[in-house]
């Protein structure tokens, strides 16, 4: 594992995570996307859960307060992430979420002999680990047979965002996730980072996908905030039921965003 690698992904979240919160409250898109994601793993009974990559804790607590029978896990490499997530934690006196600092590398040591019949990532840490076949293995021998990982990943094609980069004049921004390394969302700050296919995602395991839906195919994705003013609320409603209808077709690989649900 590589140990400074991840101390700068930490580095760039304990910055991140000073405006990480007023960011998401402004942004309709990604309050509609985490409302999806949540009734993903919602549909599922559970009483073990893990999250990876959890930040400001936004899911975290939310399902532990809705599954109090539940215990709730969750590692995160940034330590400014793990204190807003802890102070969450002690206000709502969640007794049981149980958070600590760490990659996928480190559940087994932070949480031993515990094993999860949810694991579920929101919004991104699983395009920056090592190694996704390394993460991935971890995250099987952490899984109840028969238990549900619920991971969303930044994508690969975002076809429609190639198109509004190359109109943009912007090249180099269109084709930035198909290179070895994708710098990240942020134009000023550099986070080295993986974007994959749905093929190598499922490669990544040996466990069967059972669900995989993309988000803002047509739906202009969360940063085209220009984009998103100049639309008409209606005109918004209907791309985003569009992209409902196409999200689990060839189409929907084509999206800013994907989901994939794994069954041990
Ligand atoms: C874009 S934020 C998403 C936070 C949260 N899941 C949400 O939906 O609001 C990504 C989070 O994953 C964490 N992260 C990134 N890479 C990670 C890794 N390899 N292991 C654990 N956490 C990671 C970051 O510190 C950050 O808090």
New binding site residues.
């Given amino acids: 594992m590589s140990e400074q690698y ?1 101390e700068e ?2 580095a760039y ?1 304990d910055k ?2 000073v405006d ?1 919160e007023r960011r ?1 409250w402004q942004n309709d898109a990604l309050q509609r996307i ?1 409302q999806s994601f949540r009734e993903h793993v919602r549909q599922h009974e559970f009483s073990c859960m893990l ?6 804790g ?2 975290l607590t939310h399902f532990a307060q809705t599954h109090p029978q539940s215990e709730v896990y969750g ?4 330590a400014e ?1 793990v204190r807003i997530a802890q102070g969450k934690i002690d206000e709502g006196t969640l007794a049981n979420a149980h958070v600590a600092q ?3 590398e480190d559940i087994e040591s932070r949480f031993s002999e515990v094993r999860y019949d949810m694991i579920y ?10 190694d996704l076949g390394l ?1 991935m293995k971890e995250l099987e021998k952490l899984l109840l047979p028969g238990g549900r990982m619920v991971l969303t990943f930044v994508n690969k094609w975002y076809v429609g965002g190639m198109v509004i980069e190359l109109l943009k004049g912007k090249p180099k921004w269109a084709f930035a996730r198909l290179k070895k390394v994708w710098g990240g969302y942020s134009p000023t700050q550099f986070l080295a980072s993986k974007c994959y296919t749905t093929g190598e995602v499922k490669r990544s395991t040996t466990l069967s996908c059972v669900d995989q839906r993309g988000y803002s195919i047509l739906f202009p994705a969360w940063y085209y905030h220009k984009i998103h003013k100049l639309l008409p609320r209606k005109v918004r409603m209907l791309l985003w039921h569009w992209d409902h209808s196409l999200s689990r077709t060839t189409v929907g690989t084509l999206g800013e965003y994907m989901l994939y649900e794994f069954r041990k």
């Fill in positions: 991840y992904v930490g979240y991140d995570a990480f998401y985490r999250e990876v990559g959890f930040g400001p936004f899911d590692v995160d490499i940034s992430m760490g990659s996928v990532v929101f919004f991104g840490a699983l395009n920056t680990v090592d993460a």
